[in-house]
């Protein structure tokens, strides 16, 4: 499976987060990715090698999902 993502994209993670949404923004990329919650907004900056482990899905820019 290809795990490419950029800044900008939403993603789809392995387990839900407490408000029940599994989608995410990314809007931080370095050695830590900063993502934010599409549902309640919650930000939340994860190490680069954990989010790859927990990342189910790159769903593309925010924009083509609309």
């Not at 900008?8 to 408000?19: E, F, I, P, S």
């Not at 990715?33 to 190490?47: A, L, S």
């Not at 989010?51 to 820019?61: A, P, S, Y």
């Amino acid at each position: 499976m290809d795990k490419t993502f950029n800044l900008g994209d939403l993603v789809v993670m392995k387990k839900n987060h407490a408000c029940g949404e599994n989608k995410w923004k990314i809007i931080r990329v370095g050695v830590d990715i900063k993502i934010k919650c599409v549902n309640c907004g919650r930000e939340v900056m994860i190490d680069r090698l954990e989010f790859i482990k927990k990342l189910k899905k790159v769903l593309g820019e925010e924009n083509e999902e609309a």
